[in-house]
């Protein structure tokens, strides 16, 4: 209390947090009981440090900067208030970025949810159960396409890039061949690939709700243009 009136005092920026959620989802997440109104606290402070942490780390505070957060029950969605502010103030400017602000939605959900071991399980399939650089395939319709591919290539090397503008044409031919071989040799897997982004698209579309900025929406489509580009 008392570094929170030096920090009144020095005329140190208040942020102020707050973690709201549908009561429903905290139960379907196993982190919540209605019939006893037992939460999962530990897991939400976790999730709440996290997010806070990185914030904090973005505005060059991780030093400076004080904060406490208090979980709320006394409403029809449990919440966490949060506050942060500078005993001895170095910052001035109280706005964080949009990107920071969902970078820290971000943090919190995946902490939340121990989604980390779901996104390792997507990246693995990509790279591991359908790019298989080792596997060797001899395919005539391959080979006709890879030599479209290298006639539209540019003469400077440097750009053989799949995101290089100057790889437009080639890429055309790059995405026909990887569709095809998707479909002629790995169809198994890209479709469990597409059941495992349907379900982590499903994960974040309760997480992050429907608002204007849909943040889960492009997600499934974010990576399977990565698989395109690997």
């Not at 709201?20 to 897991?43: M, V």
């Not at 309760?206 to 243009?225: F, H, L």
């Amino acid at each position: 209390q008392k570094l929170f009136e030096q920090a009144q005092q020095n005329g140190s920026v208040m942020w102020q947090d707050v973690f709201s959620f549908d009561n429903k989802w905290l139960e379907e997440q196993g982190l919540y009981d209605p019939l006893t109104g037992s939460l999962d606290e530990n897991k939400i402070k976790n999730a709440v440090r996290k997010a806070i942490d990185y914030s904090l780390e973005k505005k060059d505070m991780k030093d400076t900067a004080i904060w406490n957060g208090a979980i709320h029950y006394n409403t029809d969605n449990i919440h966490i208030h949060v506050a942060i502010c500078e005993p001895n103030p170095k910052t001035t400017r109280g706005k964080r970025t949009q990107k920071t602000l969902d970078k820290m939605k971000s943090v919190f959900v995946n902490e939340l949810l121990n989604s980390k071991q779901n996104y390792k399980d997507i990246n693995n399939s990509i790279r591991n159960e359908i790019i298989d650089s080792n596997k060797k395939v001899k395919d005539k319709k391959l080979k006709r396409l890879a030599k479209k591919v290298i006639k539209n290539l540019p003469d400077d090397k440097r750009q053989w890039h799949y995101g290089y503008n100057t790889m437009k044409e080639a890429n055309k031919y790059l995405d026909e061949m990887t569709e095809y071989y998707i479909k002629t040799y790995k169809r198994k897997e890209y479709e469990e690939l597409l059941e495992k982004l349907d379900k982590q698209e499903q994960i974040l579309k309760e997480a992050y709700g429907e608002g204007g900025r849909k943040k889960y929406k492009d997600y499934k489509q974010n990576k399977i243009d990565e698989l395109y580009q690997r």
